[in-house]
């Protein structure tokens, strides 16, 4: 069967940085497997890849989903004679909230769920597949805000600091085991891209009375965002071109990684 043989699996991949990141790699000769929530999205980010993308629909914070998403997977890539390379943590939740009394503890579980938890147990999953297709590679998408707390925005910030500590600790532990066939892992901190998500976010942070959501909504305006595009670019070229000691265990930033664009 033609068509490619080097695959990557981004989540979050319906809308954002995700969709476009799907498009930046099927130009490279990647394919892309799709996941998401939302199965219609994920059609229209497929439809003019054809049959460079798989759409895989799914809670990744879903243990049987999972399960469905590997088996599927597995299937599909046998089929094709391909292999999985490359693995993309991208999706990402965590709603602001007004103060620290109102900050929702179901709420910031929901997002570890999807921000930390599932990127582990995703990871464990695909990982015999990331073996067989070694050099295999592993980003996970960070937030400035992790290092950067701001009134209003534990959850999302409290989450993504540990999902930054879970890149360490896989890089770390691939290290001890020793083994060539690990993947090298990153996390990749995008910086402020125009997204729907960072749409919703000034709107939900202006409804908590937030003092940062003046100052993006001031930067949206302005055009100070990156656009999904360029950020899906910069991670494309990092995971293909990146030597591995400038990517393995290394948190990178939009800024460092422009130079590689020319």
């Known amino acids: 069967m033609t068509g490619p043989k080097v695959w990557a699996l981004v989540t979050g ?79 990402g939740i965590g709603d602001p909230s007004q103060n620290f009394a109102s900050t929702d503890p179901e709420t910031l579980a929901r997002a570890f769920d999807v921000n930390v938890v599932a990127p582990l147990a995703l990871t464990q999953a695909l990982l015999p597949m990331l073996r067989q ?72 942070a202006s409804a908590c009375g937030l003092p940062h959501a003046a100052w993006l909504a001031g930067r949206l305006e302005n055009g100070d965002a990156q656009t999904p595009e360029t950020t899906a670019t910069l991670m494309s070229t990092a995971m293909l071109r990146l030597p591995v000691a400038e990517f393995h265990g290394r948190q990178l930033q939009h800024h460092d990684l422009s130079p590689l664009l020319g």
């Open 13 to 91: 991949a319906g809308s954002g940085i995700g969709a476009a990141l799907a498009a930046a790699l099927v130009t490279e000769g990647v394919g892309v497997v799709l996941v998401g929530r939302r199965a219609a999205h994920l059609e229209t980010v497929a439809k003019p890849l054809g049959p460079a993308a798989l759409v895989l629909p799914g809670d990744i914070t879903r243990p049987e989903d999972r399960d469905r998403i590997k088996a599927t997977l597995d299937t599909e890539l046998d089929r094709r004679g391909a292999v999985l390379r490359f693995v993309v943590h991208n999706a």
């Open 133 to 204: 297709a070694a050099p295999a590679r592993v980003l996970l998408v960070g937030a400035g805000i992790a290092d950067r707390p701001q009134p209003g925005t534990g959850i999302y910030g409290i989450s993504k600091a540990a999902t930054a500590r879970l890149m360490r600790q896989m890089a770390m532990d691939f290290d001890h085991e020793g083994d060539a066939t690990a993947p090298a892992v990153a996390l990749f901190q995008p910086g402020l891209v125009e997204t729907e998500g960072l749409h919703a976010h000034v709107a939900a």
